[in-house]
């Protein structure tokens, strides 16, 4: 299938936007979301805090929103009345008939928008930096539109949070995000009728506002071929995103069968991703941040487990050694006078059947204890006593 430049194939459409695979592992997530759910409220404990971590993010939501509709600018018919009319026409195209709310938010230079949803209204964030590059009524603006919208009209913000638990899950939680998004870039390209145009806007993400409109797609596309290896699956396991040369591939293969096909990954990485939290936690700086946490938490448990280990031996020592010492009693008792090795005091019809071993591989040996009778050393703890003295 090769389609013209510009335009999309007739077989996209409105009920055709969402992948497939994204029902698939939604699926999945739901059962996993289900089971945890169910657990934490057997246990109503779990529960509890499940609530109370509910009605912490609620209430940094309403904050955000807040920041929102106290600095961003809010898009009307009189505000920004172009790039008003252009959401409203995605919006149509689409297909959503609650008209969310659309902002535009000044975010320092960062490239980036997203949709959100709090107390039943629904709200679109454009980043100022998108609508400087390209202008308020430009196809590639729609197809940043449009990607938000995805995510409305597929109601994927409600979905986050009723599957929450298993989006947290390794591997499947990361899959059904990186789903999700795909399927939103899907709607972005429809929305803006322009295919060019929607990866115009892909490359920009990733080469900045000046020089990503120049860039080549089909070779930035091909860095998601030929980059492969162990920690580049590794990263795409866990990111809750398709990786922008991938998203730069999947546009492309709507007019171009050449693009259409999946790239094998490192087996290796499946199993450093499956012990890789999913979620916002998983993929980059998220994995980084995992990665060091856990190195910390080795940190303080090997130190703490060595101590307990030590501590152990010690004190199976020491019972060795009363052991020992008993049997050197009991011997100096039937024989009038202390053993002079340990040999006097293992055998048949001696004190000790065998000799106790140190767990720490030390050999134990007699000594005269200076009141006439001996005392018991080992070669790695010395005279050993538990509990140790003060």
Same mark, same amino acid.
Request: proline letters at 7%.
């Given at each position: 299938?090769?389609?013209?430049?510009?335009?999309?194939?007739?077989?996209?459409?409105?009920?055709?936007?969402?992948?497939?695979?994204?029902?698939?592992?939604?699926?999945?997530?739901?059962?996993?979301?289900?089971?945890?759910?169910?657990?934490?409220?057997?246990?109503?404990?779990?529960?509890?805090?499940?609530?109370?971590?509910?009605?912490?993010?609620?209430?940094?939501?309403?904050?955000?929103?807040?920041?929102?509709?106290?600095?961003?600018?809010?898009?009307?018919?009189?505000?920004?009345?172009?790039?008003?009319?252009?959401?409203?026409?995605?919006?149509?195209?689409?297909?959503?008939?609650?008209?969310?709310?659309?902002?535009?938010?000044?975010?320092?230079?960062?490239?980036?928008?997203?949709?959100?949803?709090?107390?039943?209204?629904?709200?679109?964030?454009v980043y100022s930096d998108f609508l400087e590059a390209f202008g308020p009524d430009?196809?590639?603006?729609?197809?940043?539109?449009?990607?938000?919208l995805g995510h409305i009209k597929s109601n994927h913000i409600w979905k986050r949070?009723?599957?929450?638990?298993?989006?947290?899950?390794?591997?499947?939680?990361?899959?059904?995000?990186?789903?999700?998004?795909?399927?939103? %870039?899907?709607?972005?390209?429809?929305?803006?009728? #322009?295919?060019? /145009?929607? @990866?115009? !806007?892909?490359? &920009?993400?990733? $080469?900045?506002?000046?020089?990503?409109?120049?860039?080549?797609?089909?070779?930035?596309?091909?860095?998601?071929?030929?980059?492969r290896g162990f920690f580049i699956s590794w990263h795409e396991l866990t990111s809750?995103?398709?990786?922008?040369?991938?998203?730069?591939?999947?546009?492309?293969?709507?007019?171009? %069968?050449?693009?259409?096909?999946?790239?094998?990954? #490192?087996?290796? /990485?499946? @199993?450093? !991703?499956?012990? &890789?939290?999913? $979620?916002?936690?998983?993929?980059?700086?998220?994995?980084?941040?995992?990665?060091?946490?856990?190195?910390?938490?080795?940190?303080?448990?090997?130190?703490?487990?060595?101590?307990?280990?030590?501590?152990?031996?010690?004190?199976?020592?020491?019972?060795?050694?009363?052991?020992?010492?008993?049997?050197?009693?009991?011997?100096?008792?039937?024989?009038?006078?202390?053993?002079?090795?340990?040999?006097?005091?293992?055998?048949?019809?001696?004190?000790?059947?065998?000799?106790?071993?140190?767990?720490?591989?030390?050999?134990?040996?007699?000594?005269?204890?200076?009141?006439?009778?001996?005392?018991?050393?080992?070669?790695?703890?010395?005279?050993?006593?538990?509990?140790?003295?003060?």
């Amino acid at each position: 299938m090769n389609t013209p430049a510009s335009t999309l194939p007739s077989s996209l459409t409105v009920g055709t936007l969402n992948l497939p695979k994204e029902k698939t592992y939604h699926t999945f997530v739901l059962i996993i979301s289900l089971l945890i759910w169910l657990v934490l409220a057997v246990t109503i404990i779990g529960l509890l805090y499940a609530a109370l971590l509910a009605f912490l993010i609620w209430l940094g939501h309403g904050l955000l929103i807040a920041h929102l509709k106290s600095e961003a600018v809010r898009v009307d018919e009189k505000q920004l009345p172009q790039l008003h009319a252009a959401f409203l026409s995605a919006c149509q195209k689409l297909g959503v008939t609650k008209i969310p709310q659309l902002y535009v938010l000044q975010a320092g230079g960062a490239l980036n928008a997203f949709a959100t949803k709090f107390s039943g209204r629904t709200f679109v964030v454009v980043y100022s930096d998108f609508l400087e590059a390209f202008g308020p009524d430009s196809p590639e603006l729609r197809f940043i539109l449009g990607h938000e919208l995805g995510h409305i009209k597929s109601n994927h913000i409600w979905k986050r949070t009723l599957l929450a638990p298993g989006i947290f899950a390794p591997l499947i939680g990361p899959a059904y995000l990186r789903a999700c998004e795909a399927s939103c %870039d899907r709607y972005g390209a429809f929305a803006a009728e #322009n295919l060019d /145009a929607a @990866l115009r !806007a892909m490359l &920009t993400l990733s $080469g900045g506002k000046q020089q990503g409109r120049t860039l080549d797609p089909a070779a930035f596309a091909s860095q998601h071929t030929q980059e492969r290896g162990f920690f580049i699956s590794w990263h795409e396991l866990t990111s809750p995103y398709p990786t922008l040369s991938q998203r730069t591939k999947n546009l492309l293969a709507l007019r171009d %069968d050449q693009f259409a096909f999946k790239v094998g990954r #490192n087996p290796f /990485a499946y @199993l450093f !991703a499956f012990f &890789t939290p999913g $979620g916002r936690l998983g993929g980059g700086a998220g994995a980084l941040v995992f990665i060091v946490i856990i190195g910390l938490l080795a940190a303080m448990a090997i130190p703490a487990f060595n101590k307990v280990r030590q501590t152990s031996r010690l004190k199976m020592c020491a019972y060795n050694e009363r052991t020992i010492s008993a049997a050197a009693q009991q011997f100096t008792v039937d024989q009038g006078h202390p053993p002079t090795e340990l040999d006097d005091l293992i055998g048949p019809g001696k004190p000790l059947g065998e000799l106790p071993k140190c767990p720490s591989g030390g050999t134990y040996s007699l000594e005269p204890d200076g009141q006439g009778g001996v005392k018991v050393i080992c070669s790695v703890h010395g005279e050993a006593t538990w509990p140790p003295s003060p």
